[in-house]
């Protein structure tokens, strides 16, 4: 089949069952929106910011686990996506960034808004970045880009389109998806499956660490069924890892987040990590982040982070489904240990301040928001309420490891737009609130009955723990320069947008904003004032 | 003398008469942070998005021509700064973007937001990248970024300094500063000069252009007794690579903007462009863009614009003020020409329709704020503001040439900062609204009486306008993909930030609001409704 590059590129993402284009187009993207005018298989999602484009596209990739296409316009479209690109990337989340650039004159005599260097800016953050070089070579070019960012281990994968490639009318050739199309997921050979089952056999106290691939290559019933079997426990893997639970957090066998003080992590004689990093250091570890000659297995199906950091006994690289079934083949034959009994949850109960604490808040959340899947995207309160939501499945509660704030509420609506029926409720901080603003744009647009839960604290607590842990001048004074960023009415802003916002400053007015906003049809915004001075919530 | 870096820093910065510090920090940031807390030389100046920070330090180092510090956190906020890097770059703007790392050890590791390659993110828009490799060397790393920066042809210049080296409590020598500082203006050598002159002496119709340099170089008043002196009209630079006036459009030489069809262009036997770029080309031209065989002498600061694209009679590289200065004396004796009469302005009334037009809307904009300086940010009515506005220095309009939407918001404080007690009013459209939103966070918290104009037409008009020229399915059913973006309430969503918001929907409102806003002492916001369907405003 041949046809007009612009449509020939619409026909490619098509056949790979993309059914969104996530943009904020510029000129350079006329002849694609144009395409766009007739045809019912592809439905351009404007956006008013490329960071809500690509978070929106990486949200709906992680849900979906299927391509998703985010359409950016030059250099500066591009620069304002890298943040949430490098989410996409972390996330192992099969976004395809197709870019418009300047027709190549203009290019070539650096005119407006074009780059000298534009693989540059993304080279880090995908897999592979190309600029086609002809309008026939595009519906090419943006096939293999589908096919590279879907094949195992996924991830973002960059097309420059130069204008005048899409303006020309000729016929070029349309690949056939299908073709292109294969299962790429790897299983380890015998041996480390092997090594694997005899550590398992011979441990007397081995615990499982699972990670975000558990989730992400739906393995989580199986992993489940694994932990059966054995009778063994099962953690989260470690708090600046955790992107999505690996096990669920109401399966008898859970037993909380991996940390080196975990007691059963201290107790242990083997580790097995499946699908977690090992680690995503946000400091140099003051304990040493893996108990000394305890045994090391690791799954990851992205060799990189194996023995990335420290040297393992047994590595599983590949898909950690196919881990898992081959792991359970092996020690078919093993009656299952008895799991520790776990310890007794800490009560806890409202403070009873006059201004809430974030933890309290976070109990409120995890109890009224049960059942939906949840974002976060709360620096410092995003650690308690990781730990401390109901996660069933893989899909109940996401969050990027990248540290790119703001990505949470664009992502929230992916998330939405691909579990059509679920309630999906994103939780953020009022710093992050302001990186992410135009997504409430898309959010009013798109009508998705997203909740947006903003803990205003009035400021970067982030910032304040770590002059508080520098223990310098800001300590000893009591100032925190670049803390304080009080002010706004996030409800109000959130009502501007056309996202009815409403501000809530105790647990039962919480309670009754967020029961309130569970059955409209329409995306709704809660601020909840929370104290300024609680640097690190726990 | 010696100090801990984190001092030495400032140090270095202070004695380079930095005064502010823009920032939007994350924990690596604290030891600055800290050492910021007793210090009263040094101003942090906490913005909510790195796009502020960097626009903020723009407009300070534009009106002021002194260096001007963004601090921005991590891969992620830089890459947040990136799309207005860009627009520094384009502005000669010495902005030191100072980048806080992760110690070196997570860097190593691919840590929490590390990055493999951040030189990449930046190299091709600044004058030098370049990572700090010791504690000691942070200072004189920094003091050479700054002498890197005010060096012309001026620009920005990235340094970035691992978490580690600013912790760091040994004290490390300070440069002192004003040992590196020295006057780099150049001037051409007496060939080229006396080759222009020679040709201003034969032509019988020979015109100037003026371009961003003169301004920048603060080079207006020579300009216009130059032009005096030999009895010259004078254009500004064209459209799209005009960034500031370098002419004074109430002078009576002055004729309008550089156009291959402008009469006097037309007519001219000698074109001589001054500080402007031939061209910063938005397509590929349809008219020629310059017109044939007439002879062109080209002057710029940065001999990278000339003969970029078309080859030229004279090159005068260097600094535009001694350009002039050699050329009025060189001309000394040459008596002055008649300048032939402008073209009778046209009549604009007012469309008296319902809805405002973008024209009548500018009128009224450069009649209410004449003798402030504006800030234009507005995508497709910015052509006609920037024909239409009074501009009497070269301070007293400034856009950027980037394309970086959201540019203006922050720019305009900056600008603000640098020009106590002149008013400062930006211009901006609804689609820029929404790229600059947290500019009104630093906006309300500064309380510089910063008027915004926004032209709210519900739409990316310059999407729809490209439509329009692309002639397709678009144009032919009247559906535009990608254009409608209505729907946010701008003045309500400004007031929700602290910024007082107006919505006005006539002519008389707006005067009121502009009058109602001259006189406050804090930011505020005009919404002006404007045609949606009017796409390419004239």
Chains 1, 2 share one sequence.
């Not at 292109?180 to 550590?199: E, V």
């Not at 009754?512 to 001075?533: K, R």
Request: charged share 20%.
């Amino acid at each position: 089949m041949s046809r007009p590059a612009a449509h020939a590129l619409l026909d490619v993402l098509h056949d790979w069952g993309v059914d969104r284009l996530f943009t904020c187009p510029g000129s350079t993207e006329a002849a694609v929106l144009d395409a766009l005018v007739h045809r019912k298989d592809v439905e351009p999602v404007l956006t008013t910011h490329e960071g809500v484009a690509v978070s929106m596209a990486d949200g709906l990739a992680r849900i979906t686990r299927e391509p998703s296409v985010a359409y950016l316009h030059a250099n500066v479209g591009l620069t304002n996506g890298l943040s949430h690109l490098y989410a996409a990337q972390l996330g192992y989340s099969p976004v395809v960034l197709l870019n418009g650039l300047k027709p190549s004159s203009i290019q070539a005599r650096e005119g407006f808004t074009t780059g000298r260097r534009m693989r540059d800016l993304v080279h880090q953050y995908v897999k592979s970045d190309w600029q086609s070089l002809s309008s026939a070579a595009v519906p090419e070019d943006v096939n293999r880009a589908v096919r590279t960012a879907v094949t195992e281990p996924a991830g973002p994968v960059w097309v420059g389109i130069g204008q005048e490639l899409l303006e020309n009318d000729e016929p070029v050739p349309v690949p056939e998806a299908a073709r292109f199309r294969f299962d790429s997921r790897t299983a380890p050979t015998a041996g480390p499956i092997r090594a694997a089952a005899d550590l398992l056999v011979t441990a007397q106290r081995p615990v499982i660490v699972a990670g975000n691939e558990i989730a992400r290559v739906r393995a989580v019933e199986q992993l489940v069924a694994l932990s059966e079997q054995l009778g063994l426990p099962v953690l989260h893997e470690d708090r600046r890892g955790f992107e999505r639970p690996g096990f669920p957090t109401d399966h008898p066998h859970f037993r909380g987040q991996y940390s080196p003080d975990h007691p059963l992590v201290r107790d242990a004689d083997l580790l097995v990590f499946l699908g977690a990093r090992l680690f995503n250091e946000f400091e140099p570890a003051r304990v040493p982040p893996l108990p000394d000659g305890v045994p090391v297995v690791h799954g990851h199906g992205d060799a990189r982070h194996i023995a990335m950091i420290h040297g393992v006994d047994v590595a599983l690289v590949g898909d950690q489904g196919l881990v898992i079934a081959a792991l359970a083949g092996a020690l078919a034959d093993q009656a299952p240990r008895t799991v520790p009994p776990a310890a007794p949850a800490p009560a806890r109960t409202p403070s009873g301040g006059a201004v809430l604490r974030p933890g309290e808040v976070v109990d409120v959340l995890t109890e009224s928001l049960r059942g939906s899947t949840l974002i976060g995207d709360a620096t410092t309160a995003g650690g308690i309420l990781q730990q401390r939501a109901h996660q069933a499945s893989g899909d109940d509660y996401l969050v990027s490891t990248s540290g790119s704030l703001g990505w949470g509420m664009g992502a929230a609506l992916g998330v939405a737009m691909g579990m059509p029926g679920r309630r999906v409720a994103a939780v953020l901080g009022d710093g992050v609130f302001q990186f992410g603003l135009p997504a409430l744009w898309s959010a009013a647009r798109s009508g998705l009955p997203v909740t947006y839960v903003v803990l205003n604290n009035g400021g970067y607590a982030a910032v304040g723990s770590a002059l508080q842990r520098f223990g310098g001048d800001a300590l000893a004074s009591g100032v925190y320069p670049g803390v304080d960023i009080s002010g706004p009415r996030i409800a109000d802003i959130a009502t501007g947008f056309g996202v009815p916002g409403r501000r809530v400053t105790t647990l039962p007015e919480l309670r009754d904003a967020l029961a309130d906003s569970a059955g409209v049809d329409h995306p709704t915004l809660v601020e909840v004032m929370t104290e300024p001075t609680e640097f690190s919530p726990s």
